[in-house]
């Protein structure tokens, strides 16, 4: 199949209608907004998790260091309790370690500067426990740890550790407190967190970094995944689309997968295929429906042609009628006259004549010649205009071309002209009259011979159409030829392309009228000095209507070798049959 080319630079989208950069774009915002997402809320989770440790281990470091202090302070040695302070405080990671008394006085702390003042209760450190006016006597768990930041924005992790009054303080001799108190003092354990803002600082960073090189790495894998099976399949598709919108049918997609867009890409190549199977059915059913339109439009115009040809060749009948009928008898009178005159004549000349008496034997001679010769145009015109009654039968025509060969022997002799008969073995029998048939091939080969003067070859041929309906006789020559712009005349009545005096242009009309009647056609295949053959097709069976009811018959010429020239064809037009042809 035919990978479509890259298309041109102008036919490219921009790069913000693209869809390659639109989905990378959203796929990169996309993947960049959750997994920041998740990197926030697990930096959230590590803090939270990191400060519950601390805030674990310093409850209890002050545990420990009040139990540290428990024995210094019921022997009241207020020097072991400083050392403890101060070798505790000193440990990294403390800020300060203070003792409160009730009333918050700092009794004890790590910081000297600070023994003996009071503590603000309303700083962030002390304002949970006293935040309703008085003291909470007991803060369990988390409740005691506090963080807030110091003067210098540091933050501080504070641990509050209440100091009891237990039994063995309330009764020893040093210090007796009532019973009834049940709060002695606080310890005061404040931790910086410096170290544990910069771990969690290096892990943001880390954490940071890693959710770039996530959101990349996913970027680029999901982007590698999609341009591969998606983007890139979907731009061929619609690469591809363009040029079928062009015109090329002959685009076709690689199918590089069976997935929904493998699937998808073998259906528009299928589609892209009926699509070119449907545009060739329609140019070619166009380009047949111009031939078809230019066959009818040439049936037409041969169908105009005949009906033009048939009401002229109808209304020369009846011209010819009833000018026969009215100029018969004048010129057998003139003939009459003429040779009574003429043999008067003779009889009053002398033995030689005297040149007077033989100018006026020729006169009349001549006027008995043409006299005689308009009758016998009269009688062709009676003949024309005539509409004889038709005898069809079975009949065998080979007999009858043989029977026309041998009438025009003698004539053929005197022209030097060769007269050949083929017949086809096995010719089938014809639905015909056999008298016109004959008449037909009779005047067809008279004008042959007329066609030759100074010798030739006439043949005459009978053999059975291919198709089987009809019988095919030809009368080919070897003569003068007619030119192309007299072919399409050579059937209307008085054309004759014969020199004067000769013919009147009527026998070729009398075969049209035959071929009609018979319900065949004619066609003449001509050319200029090589020659003429006349083709006819006689159906072998009968026709069903009359001739004179039968339209003119447009079916294609039928060429007839071995003479090439432009075939005319001729349909059947009523027209009598004449006793001998010649005229043309």
Not at 86 to 95: F, P, S
Not at 547 to 557: T, Y
């Amino acid at each position: 199949m035919n990978q479509p080319v890259v298309p041109a630079e102008r036919d490219r989208p921009s790069l913000r209608d693209r869809l390659a950069f639109r989905f990378a774009l959203a796929l990169c915002l996309g993947a960049t907004v959750i997994l920041a997402a998740a990197g926030l809320w697990n930096v959230s989770l590590q803090r939270r998790h990191m400060t519950d440790l601390v805030r674990s281990s310093a409850d209890r470091t002050g545990d420990i260091i009040l139990r540290s202090l428990r024995t210094a302070m019921l022997d009241n040695a207020p020097d072991e309790v400083n050392r403890i302070l101060e070798t505790v405080g000193a440990q990294r990671g403390i800020d300060r370690i203070r003792i409160f008394d009730k009333q918050g006085r700092i009794q004890k702390s790590t910081r000297e500067n600070e023994v003996g003042h009071l503590v603000d209760k309303q700083a962030e450190q002390c304002f949970v426990c006293h935040q309703a006016g008085q003291p909470i006597e007991r803060l369990e768990g988390m409740d005691r740890v506090r963080i807030f930041r110091d003067a210098d924005q540091h933050r501080i992790l504070s641990v509050i550790v209440p100091v009891r009054n237990e039994a063995d303080c309330s009764s020893a001799i040093c210090h007796a407190h009532p019973k009834g108190q049940s709060v002695l003092g606080v310890l005061d354990v404040q931790l910086s967190l410096d170290a544990v803002d910069e771990r969690i600082s290096s892990s943001e960073r880390q954490l940071a970094l890693g959710h770039i090189t996530s959101v990349a790495a996913v970027v680029l894998l999901a982007g590698f995944l999609v341009w591969r099976m998606v983007i890139r399949p979907v731009r061929l598709l619609a690469t591809a689309s363009t040029l079928v919108a062009k015109g090329d049918m002959t685009t076709r997609v690689a199918v590089t997968s069976k997935d929904e867009i493998g699937r998808a890409t073998s259906a528009w190549n299928d589609m892209v295929l009926e699509l070119s199977k449907a545009r060739t059915e329609l140019e070619t059913w166009s380009k047949t429906l111009e031939a078809r339109v230019e066959q009818a439009k040439g049936e037409l115009e041969t169908a105009h042609k005949s009906v033009l040809l048939s009401e002229k060749m109808a209304s020369l009948g009846k011209l010819s009628a009833v000018v026969a009928h009215e100029l018969n008898n004048p010129l057998a009178g003139i003939a009459t006259y003429a040779k009574l005159l003429k043999k008067q004549a003779e009889k009053r000349a002398g033995d030689p004549p005297s040149e007077t008496d033989a100018a006026t034997i020729r006169a009349l001679d001549l006027v008995e010649t043409e006299a005689l010769r308009c009758g016998g145009i009269v009688r062709n015109l009676l003949v024309f205009s005539r509409t004889p009654g038709s005898r069809f039968a079975d009949e065998d025509v080979a007999p009858l071309l043989e029977r026309c060969a041998l009438l025009v022997h003698h004539q053929a002799q005197l022209l030097d002209v060769d007269v050949a008969v083929e017949i086809e073995p096995g010719l089938p029998r014809a639905s015909c009259d056999a008298s016109q048939v004959q008449q037909m091939v009779l005047a067809l080969t008279m004008n042959a011979l007329e066609a030759m003067p100074d010798g030739g070859r006439v043949v005459l041929r009978a053999a059975a159409d291919p198709v089987g309906t009809s019988l095919r006789i030809q009368v080919a020559d070897t003569g003068s030829g007619i030119a192309e712009a007299d072919l399409p005349h050579v059937f209307e009545p008085f054309f004759t392309t014969k020199q004067d005096g000769k013919g009147v242009g009527l026998g070729l009309a009398v075969v049209y009228g035959i071929v009609q009647r018979h319900g065949g056609r004619i066609d003449i295949e001509s050319k200029v000095g090589i020659g003429t053959t006349f083709t006819v097709l006689l159906p072998l069976k009968r026709p069903d209507v009359a001739a004179a009811d039968v339209p003119a018959v447009n079916a294609p010429p039928v060429s007839a070798p071995p003479v090439s020239a432009p075939a005319v064809s001729a349909p059947a037009v009523n027209v009598p049959a004449v006793e001998r042809g010649g005229d043309a």
